[in-house]
């Protein structure tokens, strides 16, 4: 059974950072590629950062620069460093992978809540 704990998120001011992050458990985070997603208010929700097998990130424009993908293979971990952060960024983050058997399956964390105060 696939489970994602994402922990790390809260409040901080602009240009501030946090750092999230997410322990899998039933996949391997070096095998399967690993993304975060955000959500905010009223919007849809939006992939932020993702980390492939082989390791190559990609991030939304909006974040380039500032966010950082990584994973840490030997505690099943990722994480999301994100620096100079603004209110725009306030979103619940979430974690996810998927697996592809025929259909993808998508799996995802309970999310955390980052606020970006002015």
């Known amino acids: 059974q696939v489970q994602l704990v994402e922990s790390g998120g809260g409040l901080v001011q602009t240009g501030g950072s946090l750092r999230l992050s997410c322990a899998a458990s039933?996949?391997?985070?070096?095998?399967?590629?690993m993304n975060w997603y955000r959500q905010a208010p009223g919007k849809q929700r939006e992939l932020v950062a993702s980390?492939?097998?082989?390791?190559?990130?990609n991030y939304v424009d909006s974040v380039k620069g500032r966010f950082t993908i990584s994973r840490d293979n030997a505690k099943n971990t990722v994480s999301l460093q994100m620096n100079s952060l603004k209110p725009e960024n306030t979103a619940v983050y979430y974690c996810?992978?998927?697996?592809?058997?025929?259909?993808?399956?998508?799996?995802w964390g309970q999310g955390t809540q980052v606020i970006v105060s002015s």
């Open positions: 996810n992978t998927y697996i592809i058997l025929g259909v993808r399956r998508d799996y």
């Open positions: 039933g996949i391997i985070v070096s095998v399967n590629g």
């Open positions: 980390i492939t097998s082989r390791g190559s990130t």
